[in-house]
């Protein structure tokens, strides 16, 4: 997960298993299925879990490249909302513009 707080940069995420997304006018509903927890997201950050759902993983280093997404990933991570991939899974490289 994290590492006292800091965002591993190596290995990839992916959107877990478990999270239900539901859009909403505001952005959308993130529900994880194994502890109850409903996360309530803007526009941005359901753009991403919806993204990383369709593509299936993406690299660390990509995505922090990104400011916004390095401000909400580690909020996804300790909710269990994504999680990262175990050493070696291949991830997608690029994210779009």
């Known amino acids: 997960m994290l590492c006292g707080g800091v965002i ?5 995420v992916r959107l877990a298993e478990h ?4 859009e909403e006018h505001f952005g959308g509903i993130a529900f994880n299925a194994n ?5 309530e997201v803007d526009r941005e950050a359901f753009n ?3 993204w990383l759902r369709q593509v299936g993983a993406a ?4 995505l922090t490249r990104h400011k916004e997404i390095r401000a909400m990933l580690p909020a996804l991570l300790t909710m269990r909302i ?3 991939l175990p050493k070696g899974v291949p991830a997608l490289t690029r994210i779009p513009a």
Not at 59 to 62: A, H, I, K, Q, R
């Open 48 to 50: 991403l879990l919806s």
């Open 82 to 84: 994504a999680e990262y």
């Open 19 to 22: 999270v239900m997304l539901r």
């Open 59 to 62: 690299g660390v280093g990509e």
């Open 8 to 12: 591993r940069e190596e290995g990839a």
């Open 35 to 39: 502890t109850g927890d409903i996360l």
